[in-house]
């Protein structure tokens, strides 16, 4: 069947109509499993026979058997909902009653050294476990609400292996800069992104590649997520008058080759980063931006004058995370004509010949207990890298606007986040519609 290209107009709105159709069913979207009920059940017993020690170290296993970066208790007028995330994606695990969450919720707060008489005001603290020779740590934090409090935990797993290098779903010419760029002695390599977006694996998954024994590597987190030999790992200590910035300054007379900064949160940390660039030191950090483009815009107009950053940054990663399609139940469908269409947008959008999106195939649900009928199963990055060549670093001493800078650096080898994300879509890594959800 021939599909008439839409125009322009008709096209984003087709794309935006989709986009909420996708978010709806996405909302009314039940993710269940057999395994839900198992938790629920074994809570439940553990709760009934008092054994509070016992359902806290329950739901934290299960937490990691499905592989959930967070466990959230909310309470409700009559009940109360444990939910976890997993995959990006907060998903409705069981309900107990108050009676049985007010168990659980002083187990909590009494393993992780909270004030169980203070319910009036937020509180956050730590408790840890080992799970079949796994430390796990799990952070909390208390928020009040109604008369109870909800509760979040964090989970981290210290003994996560890192992703190798190789794992990161990287396309090779974005692996290639990336590669060139950490194997220099100096320059600063930024990676960027909102909470969750999985700069932490990438920053840990670069860091184990440079890990050898002739380099001097020390990072400076909050907190340390993962544990690796031989590198020195600090964790900053805000509460006893210490700023990152000056623990970066200690750092940095420790003689390090590489540094790892957690996160650039300021104009001053940013100047230290910057000037340890300068003095022959690689330095990987990450800030909080959304794109290659307003990281420039950020650091450049914002923080530091543009001939610094023009001669210490290197490179900038802008990235997200998006779920990977399940390969155990992804089941290929029938595109509509609206479909093609925005197909074929897509792929002119990143200047792509259209002649093939006929061939693309797109996947629907089956859903299957390995991915908890969510279709979804993991997730993978996508990436927008920005080397800086000497062009460029011209055109930011320059003071060249941002578009320019970014035009330019697509004439070169920048693949925008977009374009990573289409290409991935099309090899079958992710949907479309997961692209339309996250864009
Ligand atoms: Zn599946």
């Known amino acids: 069947m021939v599909v008439k290209k839409p125009e322009n107009e008709t096209q984003n709105k087709i794309q935006e109509e989709l986009k909420q159709e996708i ?9 269940h499993s ?21 359902t806290l170290r329950d739901i934290t296993i299960w937490a990691l058997v499905l592989w959930s970066s967070d466990v959230h208790y909310e309470v409700f007028e009559d009940y109360v909902v444990v939910r976890f995330r997993i995959d990006w994606v907060l998903v409705d695990i069981f309900r107990i009653t108050l009676k049985e969450y007010k168990s659980i919720l002083e187990r909590l707060k009494y393993a992780s050294g909270l004030k169980l008489n203070i319910t009036d005001i937020p509180q956050d603290g730590k408790y840890s476990m080992v799970i079949e020779d796994r430390d796990i740590d799990v952070r909390i934090s208390t928020l009040p609400v109604w008369d109870a409090e909800n509760v979040v935990c964090r989970i981290l797993d210290n ?8 794992d990161l779903w990287f396309f090779w010419t974005t692996k290639r800069i990336l590669e060139r760029a950490i194997s220099r002695k100096n320059g600063m390599v930024l990676v960027t992104g909102p909470t969750g977006s999985g700069k932490t694996t990438t920053l840990y998954t670069i860091l184990a590649k440079l890990n050898t024994r002739d380099k001097k590597i020390i990072t400076l987190e909050d ?6 030999d031989w590198i020195i790992q600090s964790e900053v200590n805000e509460k006893k008058g210490f700023t990152f910035h000056s623990w970066l300054r200690a750092i940095l007379r420790q003689d390090p080759d590489i540094i790892m900064v957690w996160e650039i949160r300021d104009k001053d940390t940013l100047e230290t980063a910057t000037q340890a660039s300068l003095t022959w030191h690689l330095v990987l950090s990450t800030l909080h931006t959304k794109s290659a483009a307003e990281t420039l815009d950020r650091i450049v107009n914002m923080w530091l004058k543009p001939y610094i950053i023009a001669s210490a940054l290197d490179t900038i990663v802008a990235q997200r995370l998006v779920r990977k399609i399940c390969p ?18 897509m792929m002119k959008d990143i200047g792509m010949s259209i002649r093939p999106a006929k061939n693309i195939k797109l996947y629907e649900w089956a859903g299957c207990e ?19 060549t000497h062009k460029l670093r011209e055109m930011i001493r320059a003071e060249a606007n941002t578009d320019d ?27 479309i519609e997961e692209i339309l959800r996250v864009i």
Request: aromatic share 10%.
């Open 34 to 54: 057999l395994k839900f009920w198992k938790i629920e059940n074994q809570v439940k017993q553990s709760l009934k026979e008092q054994k509070t020690d016992d």
């Open 405 to 431: 800078i970014i035009a330019e650096s697509r004439n070169g080898d920048l693949i925008t986040m977009k374009e990573d994300w289409i290409l991935k879509a099309i090899k079958g890594y992710t949907t």
């Open 159 to 166: 003994t996560k292996s890192v992703v190798d290098f190789d």
């Open 23 to 31: 978010l709806l069913k996405e909302q009314k979207k039940e993710y």
């Open 370 to 388: 390995k991915c908890n009928h969510s279709w979804y199963s993991w997730r993978l990055g996508i990436y927008e890298i920005i080397s800086l």
């Open 223 to 228: 907190p340390i997520e993962y544990t690796m």
């Open 328 to 345: 155990h139940c992804k089941r290929e469908k029938e595109k509509t004509p609206e479909e093609q269409a925005i197909v074929e947008a």
